[in-house]
C-alpha cells in the first residue's frame, strides 16, 4: 500500500510536470522517500489500535507458543513494509543514475556538436584568408622574373600562420590527445609547392615556425625542409622519400608508419621523436639528438647513424642491419629482439644497453663500452665467436657476466675492473 501510495503520488507530480520533479530527479527520491515513511507510520499506528488488545494480552498468556506466533505476524508486517520502502528507494537512486548518466551523454553531444560548428565555421574563414593569400603569392611570383617574395608578403605569410594555432581534432569522433594544426600543414605543402625563389623559401623557414603542423598521409618526397621549425608535427604514414630535414628541429613529432627511405635528417634535433614502424632504410641522421627516442620496429638497414647520441631510447624490434652507428652514444636504449647483424658499433658507449636477445651476426663491438649491459642469455659472451662478433676477444678479457637479476631472465655485463673496486 506504501509503494502504491508513492508510486501514485509521483505520477500525479510527473504528470501535472512540476519543475521540481521534472528537472530534479533527486528532489523526487527525497519526497517519495518521505510519503513511505509517513504513510509506513501511519500504517503502523493503524496496526497498533486494531491489535491494541491482542499485544497487551500477549504478556499475560501463559501459551509460549501463542506468544511466539503473535509477534512473528507483527514483525513480519514490519519486515515487509521496511523491504519495501528500501526497495522503492533503489529503484528510483537506478532510475537517477540512468537520468544522469543520459544526461551526460547529450551534454556530450551537445559540446561535440557546437564543437564541431565552431570549428566549420573557422576553417571556414581560414580558407578564405588562406585563398586571398594564395593569390597574391601567385601573382607576385609570376610578376617577379626571379620569383621573389617581397617583405610585405612574407610579413602576411608569418602573421597568417601565426593564427593557425594548434589545436585538439577529432579523429573517429573523439577529441585527439595531442593539438595538431592542419592549416599549417596544408600552407607548408602549398608554399614548398610554389616554385619560388631557393632564398625566399629558406628565409620562410628561418622566419616561421610550422610546430604542430598535421602531414598526416601527406607526401613531401625530396622537398628541401633543412632548418624549419616542426616541433611535435604530425608526420604520421607521411612520405618524406629523400625528404632533406637537416639541421631540422623536430623534437616530439609523430613519424609512426612513415616513409623515410633516403630522408637526410644529419644534426637535426629529434627528442622523444616516435619513429616506430617507420621505414629508415638508407636514411642519414648522423649527429644527430635522439634523446628519448621511439624506434620500435622500425627498419634502419643500411642508415647512416655515426656519432648520435640516442640515450634512454627504445629501439625493440628494429632492424639495424649493414647501419653505421660509430662513434655513437646509446646509453640506457633498449635493443631487445633488436637485428644488429653486420653493424658497425666500434667506439660506441652502450652502458646500460638492454641486449636480450638482439641479433648479433657479424656485428662490429670494436672498442665499444658495454659497462652494465644486460643480455638474457649467461653464455652470451662465449657466443660471440660463434656469432663472428668483432671484438669479440677484447670483450671476454675486459668483461664478465653478473648473476641474473632477482626475478629475471637477464644478467648483467660487468668491467672486470668495475667488478673488482665494487668487491673490494
Not at 47 to 71: A, E
Not at 77 to 94: D, E, G, K, M
Not at 333 to 350: C, D, V
Request: proline share 1%; glycine share 4%; charged share 20%.
Amino acid at each position: 500500500m506504501c509503494m502504491a501510495l508513492a508510486t501514485t503520488i509521483g505520477w500525479v507530480a510527473g504528470f501535472l510536470r512540476l519543475p521540481s520533479f521534472e528537472n530534479n530527479h533527486s528532489f523526487l527520491l527525497g519526497f517519495s522517500s518521505a510519503i513511505a515513511f509517513v504513510f509506513l507510520v501511519l500504517i503502523l499506528r493503524k496496526i497498533w489500535n486494531k491489535n491494541k488488545d491482542l499485544i497487551q494480552s500477549l504478556h499475560n498468556q501463559s501459551d509460549t507458543s501463542l506468544q511466539v506466533k503473535n509477534y512473528q505476524f507483527v514483525w513480519t508486517i514490519l519486515t515487509v513494509l521496511i523491504l519495501s520502502a528500501c526497495a522503492l528507494n533503489l529503484f528510483f537512486i537506478h532510475k537517477h543514475r540512468e537520468y544522469s548518466k543520459d544526461q551526460v551523454i547529450q551534454q556530450n553531444q551537445k559540446i561535440l556538436e557546437q564543437s564541431q560548428l565552431i570549428e566549420s565555421t573557422r576553417k571556414s574563414n581560414l580558407l578564405v584568408l588562406m585563398n586571398n593569400l594564395y593569390d597574391k603569392i601567385d601573382k607576385e611570383l609570376d610578376q617577379d622574373p626571379k620569383r621573389k617574395l617581397s617583405e610585405k608578403t612574407m610579413a602576411r605569410i608569418e602573421a597568417l600562420n601565426h593564427s593557425f594555432q594548434p589545436y585538439a581534432i577529432f579523429e573517429q569522433d573523439s577529441l585527439s590527445e595531442k593539438s595538431w594544426s592542419p592549416e599549417r600543414g596544408q600552407l607548408l605543402l602549398t608554399l614548398a609547392s610554389m616554385n619560388m625563389d631557393t632564398s625566399s623559401f629558406n628565409q620562410i623557414k628561418r622566419r616561421i615556425s610550422f610546430a604542430g603542423a598535421d602531414l598526416r598521409k601527406a607526401d613531401l618526397s625530396e622537398m628541401n625542409l633543412s632548418g624549419i621549425d616542426l616541433k611535435k608535427a604530425n608526420f604520421k604514414e607521411a612520405t618524406l622519400h629523400s625528404t632533406n630535414l637537416s639541421n631540422a628541429e623536430v623534437s616530439d613529432a609523430n613519424f609512426f608508419g612513415a616513409n623515410l627511405i633516403e630522408a637526410k635528417l644529419e644534426n637535426s634535433i629529434l627528442h622523444r621523436v616516435n619513429f616506430s614502424w617507420a621505414n629508415l632504410n638508407n636514411a642519414n641522421l648522423s649527429k644527430s639528438n635522439l634523446n628519448g627516442v621511439t624506434l620500435d620496429d622500425a627498419q634502419l638497414r643500411n642508415t647512416n647513424l655515426q656519432q648520435i647520441k640516442m640515450i634512454w631510447a627504445k629501439s625493440n624490434n628494429a632492424m639495424y642491419n649493414n647501419a653505421d652507428l660509430t662513434g655513437s652514444d646509446l646509453s640506457g636504449t633498449e635493443l631487445k629482439n633488436a637485428n644488429l647483424g653486420n653493424a658497425n658499433f666500434s667506439n660506441t658507449i652502450l652502458k646500460w644497453v638492454d641486449l636480450g636477445d638482439a641479433i648479433l651476426d657479424s656485428t662490429n663491438f670494436t672498442q665499444v663500452d658495454l659497462s652494465k649491459a644486460t643480455v638474457f642469455d649467461k653464455k652470451w659472451m662465449e657466443k660471440l665467436k660463434e656469432w663472428n662478433v668483432k671484438g669479440a676477444d677484447k670483450i671476454e678479457k675486459s668483461y664478465q657476466i653478473e648473476n641474473g637479476i632477482p626475478g629475471k631472465n637477464n644478467f648483467r655485463i660487468m668491467k672486470l675492473k668495475d667488478k673488482n673496486s665494487d668487491t673490494n
